[in-house]
């Protein structure tokens, strides 16, 4: 269905190629999951499936796309409309209309469709993606993850082959993560659709996989194969994988279902040792929200929430889409006044910090990173950022090579791929040394490896006195480093304690080690590890 | 109504038209995003009459009559004659500046009307399909301006969290490009959208008819603007140039009909044109013809004039005219597309909605399923209130639907079964 043939292509400008001799074929009704570290040119494989590479972004390309039989060579993207679906990583960026039931109609009214075909097609998608009750709602209206399933539901209307999709779960909380893959799985297996998809949270997508193809991303060849056999040596692989590895199951589960099905002997092993209850840590009241409560017009993001926060906490908010989470760390950054209820940080009320003095109490990483960044390279980043702070020149710049080390200090920020520019953020923001920390999905479009080096640098921040409050969907995160989660419902709070209790009690927000060695609270691979290997058990 | 405005400076008619005008946006707005934009314009009117009056006291239309006060008088060097700072303020000059610049403050009145009451994208519907291209283009272009206030209230706010002013010089000046920039990447990303879902997708057409098509167009137009010189310069071309219009419009008809035929695209649910929209087209009319009318009949009191200093007379006819404005606000169908800005409300199951003779009347489907279930006793009676995501829709389980004729309309708008129990 999908066929790569010798495919090299190069940004203009760019001094090295960003795929080299690709060589990939995706049967029909395959779904193909891609993997591979940030920036390693998992966007551009995608978006050379339509012809958008090079049709729409410049450069060269050599060798041959082809996608039903059509060549991108002869078929510019618009061509490609009734065969290729493309989702982009941000939905709402992609809208052209204004409400949901004309952006479902978009893409057959440029096709030229009989309207009575059009409304029964809307119908259909409306009910399979569970939109009917959003049809006249306005785009701008709907949380993030309504965004993404009209944003899948507007290229389905168009009945395509193949659908292509650039991170489709990452912006979504682990519920409706779920919900539009079994809709993709289903599309799969009674049409024969081809998925082809980038994903950084394999724990998701892979037991939906059929195949996986494994971007280097250093220029060595692509790595293709049936999901087991990828994963079995594959540098980036889910928590289920690593403890499979661990424990040497044959063949590599990859959903928990295989993986309890093989755990018992595990379990038994595992029998008696329990990870120690995690000390909470007792430090001094870094910020706190006092019955606060935020309304935008007649919707009510926060609901007299209060809460402290200590120094030495790692404190991960979780909760569905539009749960209040990005307006907690809001309110916590001085962003806006609440409706009512007092917000204290470091003993002030943020609202009222001049700018300069707002950073060396809080620093906030919103959820686009992006928009901390305007600087015309990532060196001139780092000196504007310790010029605005009084900070020693430098600064950021070390803290950089601590979060991401070699990121070319002569690149532009927009050149950066979604993780490096976080990690950039992520440095300008932890510059100034600020006792809270504030990050909103802070993996979102980031590696394993980039993962890993956030874990250690927020357990480091930890330990020496930050407090550190992150909203996330990414309970696999929590899982590693948090030492107590909130989990917030329609703007009030519905659970607050240890991170381990709270996510092990949750069937949704559970992490994969957990649902596996369930009923013993395990949370992560690296506990398992050290209690297998016989040596006294991390708090 | 703005052509109204711009023909009258009678402040009473001017403020009748601008009450006529937020009274109709009351009472038929939707709560959609884009109803808000006529609070922006109100704004912006208020600010140009400020700004008028301001503007004439300090540079001076030096109207004689009563002085209210007078300002220093700053001397200029010759060659700016024409212009003075200070110098005595009369009454009458604030007075006509207030006027103009209600004048202007009306007109931006009605065209934030306009915006509050249908979306751009609406609008975009009614245009022929020559012209949707140039359409597309110029409602994306519209979009901008929303979009460009948003990503500004973005760019404080992450300036903030960097530290950096947000006020003053300084901060507008480090906000500019970061604004327009993200803006830029926004079109970028939407054009990349568009060109994938299929936007300026072209039949084949022979070449003798592409160029048909373009001769024909650029002939009648060239035709037309000479045909418009002749009407205006008389005697510069036999028959006062009014042929040479005709022909040329019908040419540039045909070239644009043809050039038609290369874009294949459908309308999705077009909005039906029937009495009510007339009546709100006739409406409009007729303020119009109402104040040209009386324009033309010399009607004292149209054109507000500060000698002598006294309350304006009204103009009867043109003040009936405008009062024929408020008809909308009881014709116009009601918007329901855009609804409440969060979940609709429920309405009982089975109420039909009536929404004005000759538009859509539909059933609106109750809040949730459950609410549906629980009326009716039994459960699955309902067959599109219930989470259908385990069927597959039926138009990809049969790859080319197209060429079938569609059977009938789906059931969203048949009165629900049961429904009537209540």
Redesign the interface.
């Known amino acids: 269905m999908i066929r790569f043939s010798d495919v090299s292509f190069t940004y203009d400008g760019a001094e090295r190629p960003t795929l080299v001799h690709v060589d990939l074929t995706v049967g029909e009704g395959e779904l193909c999951v891609v993997v591979g570290p940030t920036g390693s040119g998992k966007t551009t494989l995608l978006r050379a499936v339509?012809g958008?590479v090079p049709?729409?972004t410049g450069g060269r390309l050599s060798g041959g796309v082809t996608v039903d039989g059509r060549s991108t060579r002869e078929f510019?993207?618009?061509?490609l409309?009734?065969v290729?679906g493309?989702v982009?990583q941000?939905p709402a960026?992609?809208?052209?209309?204004?409400?949901v039931?004309?952006e479902l109609?978009?893409?057959?009214?440029?096709?030229?469709?009989?309207?009575?075909?059009?409304?029964?097609?809307?119908?259909?998608?409306l009910?399979?993606?569970?939109l009917?009750?959003l049809r006249?709602?306005?785009l701008?209206?709907l949380s993030g993850g309504q965004q993404q399933r009209v944003a899948i539901g507007?290229?389905?209307t168009?009945?395509p082959r193949v659908l292509v999709l650039d991170e489709p779960t990452s912006a979504l909380d682990p519920a409706a993560a779920e919900?539009v893959l079994?809709?993709l799985t289903?599309?799969v297996h009674?049409?024969g659709?081809t998925v082809l998809l980038a994903e950084h949270r394999l724990e998701r997508v892979l037991p939906f996989a059929d195949s996986v193809v494994l971007v280097p991303g250093d220029g060595s060849p692509l790595v293709v194969g049936p999901a087991v056999e990828v994963m079995a040596d594959s540098p980036v692989a889910p928590p289920l994988v690593d403890l499979g590895r661990l424990a040497g199951w044959d063949p590599l589960p990859l959903s928990v279902r295989d993986a309890r099905r093989m755990a018992g002997p595990l379990r038994a092993r595992l029998d008696g040792d329990r990870p120690a209850a995690a000390v909470p840590p007792r430090g001094d009241l870094a910020a706190s929200l006092t019955s606060v409560s935020v309304a935008y017009?007649?919707?009510t993001a926060l609901d007299a929430v209060d809460l402290g926060f200590r120094t030495g906490e790692i404190v991960a908010v979780m909760g569905r889409n539009g749960s209040g989470k990005s307006t907690l760390l809001?309110q916590l950054?001085g962003?806006r006044p609440p409706s009512s209820g007092r917000v204290v940080v470091g003993g002030t009320d943020p609202v009222t910090l001049a700018?300069?003095e707002?950073?060396?109490r809080v620093?906030?990483v919103?959820q686009d990173a992006g928009?901390?960044l305007?600087g015309e390279s990532v060196g001139e980043e780092c000196a504007s950022?310790d010029h605005?702070?009084g900070l020693e020149p430098g600064t950021t710049a070390a803290m950089l090579e601590r979060v991401l080390p070699g990121l070319p200090s002569d690149r532009h920020p927009?050149d950066l791929s979604e993780g490096q520019r976080l990690a950039l953020a992520l440095a300008?923001?932890l510059a100034?040394a600020p006792p809270l920390l504030l990050l909103d999905e802070p993996t979102r479009g980031l590696d394993y490896p980039g993962k890993a080096r956030l874990v250690r640098l927020l357990a480091e921040l930890a330990g020496a006195g930050h407090a550190v409050v992150m909203a996330t969907h990414d309970v696999e995160l929590v899982a590693q480093v948090a030492t107590r989660a909130v989990v917030l419902a329609d703007g009030e709070v519905v659970a607050d304690g240890p991170a381990r209790d709270v996510v092990c009690h949750s069937p949704v927000f559970a992490p994969q080690v957990a649902k596996v060695l369930a009923p013993d609270l395990w949370l992560t691979v690296d506990e398992v590890r050290t209690a297998l290997l016989g040596e006294p058990v991390r708090g | 109504m703005a052509g109204a405005a711009s023909r009258t400076t009678n402040p009473i008619l001017l403020l009748l038209i601008g009450v006529v005008v937020a009274y109709v946006v009351a009472a038929r707005r939707s709560s959609a995003p884009w109803s808000r934009s006529i609070v922006v314009f109100l704004r912006l009117g208020l600010i140009v009459v400020v700004f008028r009056v301001v503007l004439v006291i300090i540079f001076g239309n030096r109207l004689p009559g009563h002085v209210l006060f007078t300002l220093p008088h700053v001397p200029l060097p010759s060659w700016a004659k024409g212009v003075s700072i200070g110098g005595p303020v009369t009454a009458e000059a604030i007075l006509q500046a207030v006027v103009q610049g209600l004048r202007l403050a009306v007109v931006l009145l009605c065209f934030g009307a306009a915006n509050s009451l249908a979306s751009p994208y609406r609008l975009l519907r009614c245009l022929p399909a020559v012209l949707y291209e140039a359409g597309v283009a110029i409602t994306v272009s519209l979009a901008f301006a929303p979009e460009l206030v948003v990503s500004i209230g973005d760019v404080r706010d992450a300036r903030r969290l960097r530290g950096r002013p947000v006020r003053g010089f300084a901060g507008l000046r480090g906000m500019a490009v970061p604004v327009l920039e993200s803006a830029f990447d926004r079109s970028l990303q939407l054009a990349s959208s568009m060109d994938a879902r299929g936007y300026g997708r072209r039949v084949p057409m022979s070449r003798g008819a592409r160029r048909w098509a373009s001769g024909s167009t650029a002939i009648g137009l060239l035709l037309v603007v000479g045909g418009v010189y002749g009407v205006l310069v008389a005697g510069s071309l036999p028959g006062g140039g009014v042929p040479f219009v005709a022909v040329g419009a019908v040419l540039v008809g045909v070239g644009l009909g043809t050039g038609g035929r290369r874009t294949n695209r459908t309308r999705y649910r077009p909005d039906p044109w029937g009495m009510p929209e007339w009546l709100v087209a006739a409406s409009g009319l007729v303020v119009v013809a109402c104040m040209v009318t009386a324009g033309l009949l010399g009607a004292p009191g149209l054109q507000f004039v500060v000698y002598p200093l006294g309350p304006p007379t009204l103009p009867i006819l043109a003040a009936v005219g405008i009062l024929v404005g408020l008809a909308p606000s009881w014709v116009a169908p009601i918007d329901r597309r855009g609804g409440a800005p969060f979940d609709r409300v429920p309405v009982r199951t089975g109420r039909v909605v009536p929404a004005g003779p000759g538009s859509r009347v539909d059933v609106v489907a109750p809040g949730s399923p459950t609410a549906d279930e629980g009326s009716t006793g039994s459960g699955p009676a309902d067959p599109a209130g219930v989470v259908v995501s385990t069927s597959v829709p039926s138009h990809l389980l049969r790859p080319s639907p197209a060429s079938r004729p569609a059977t009938s309309r789906p059931a969203t708008s048949g009165v629900r079964p049961g429904g009537t129990a209540r």
């Open positions: 339509n958008l049709h729409f510019p993207p618009r061509e409309a009734d290729v493309m982009g941000n960026a992609s809208f052209v209309t204004d409400t039931e004309d109609a978009y893409t057959m009214e440029n096709l030229g469709l009989a309207p009575d075909v059009m409304r029964r097609r809307v119908e259909d998608v009910d399979l993606l569970g009917h009750e006249d709602r306005p701008a209206t507007a290229v389905l168009a009945s919900e079994a809709s289903r599309l009674d049409l659709l017009g007649e919707v809001s950054a962003v700018p300069r707002l950073v060396s620093g906030l919103p928009v901390l305007y950022a605005d702070t927009r300008v923001v100034p």
